[in-house]
């Protein structure tokens, strides 16, 4: 089985890889309502 040291940085980079999934989705939808906006 993983070590506990293993099981903490695993779940460090799992955490920082969804908060970065989250903004990145959230910029994506405010960057095309902009295009959008710009294009109507």
Known sequence: MAEKQDMRAAQDSYAG???MFKWGTVLSVA???I???IIA
């Open 17 to 19: 890889f969804i908060k």
């Open 35 to 37: 295009v959008v906006l």
């Open 31 to 33: 960057a095309a309502a």
